[in-house]
């Protein structure tokens, strides 16, 4: 079984906002009694929400459908602001997307006209990154990505999961603290999903990030995540913040030594409850 120990925290020394280094041990994001609400009030996605989600693990947020995870990332990536309470970066206010916090959605969002290694670039050049440096790191992510074959390619020639690779080194390349992924994987088949899931597992390794995974998945949320926040059916309320002990801090290159894991079992069964009462309003 092949295992990966987890590094502590100290070993992670690239990370800094514009320049200036952070406490790796602060929780960077707090989300500070939340309520979103839309069309005047008339629908409450997010309810009185307040969780803190701490430096260099990936905290998944999973719930029944239109429970308001996405709009909890969108509101972190500062794409939206909280009707009520706060959400704050390092104490201070988010107030609008930053390069600190870069964002993968599910929808492949590539740029036709430019070139695999192109797009790449594509944000740090408005960064402002020298050229030979834009290139290093393209190419340092591309690799990671497993796409350094593809550097001279056009998005039109891929695959949707290349896509979204190409997507996820783009965003990675820009050096933000912390990586969104909005149900990433979403629109892939089972085979590349699974394969793109082991990826992030190794960017997790390598690359340090705190990452927020939104997704439906509860196979997914186990096997990528530290932490598992559970919502409610809307309005969004967190229902369970749950720690995924039974991994004892490791983390699994191959999904199926996962699976074989004692405590695995009881995780995906106990999600898979608080997933039916959910959508059914059952107790059992
Ligand atoms: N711009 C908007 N205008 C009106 N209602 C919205 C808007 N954005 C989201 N909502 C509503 O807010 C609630 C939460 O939506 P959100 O997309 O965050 O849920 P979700 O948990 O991500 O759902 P899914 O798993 O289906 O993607 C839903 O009822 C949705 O209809």
Redesign the pocket.
Known sequence: MKLVEPRHPAAFDNNSIAGQSYNQLEAPICVDRVT?E??GGR????DAVSVDINANQVTA?I????????????LIAGL?YPTYGDVKMHGKSIRGPGPERGMVFQAYTSFPWLTVAENVARGMKIQGVPKKEQQERAEHFLRLVHLEEFARSYPIELSGGMKQRVAIARALAQNPEVLLL??PFGALDAQVTWEMEEMVVEIIEREAKTIIL?T?DIQEAIYLADRIIF?TR???RIKADLQMDFKNGRRFLKKEDLLAEPGYLDMEKQLYSMMREEIKGQTS
């Open positions: 979103k839309y069309l629908r409450t996605a997010l947020l719930g029944p459908s239109g429970c308001g995870k996405t709009t909890l990332l969108r939206e909005d149900e939104v439906h919502f809307q309005p969004g």
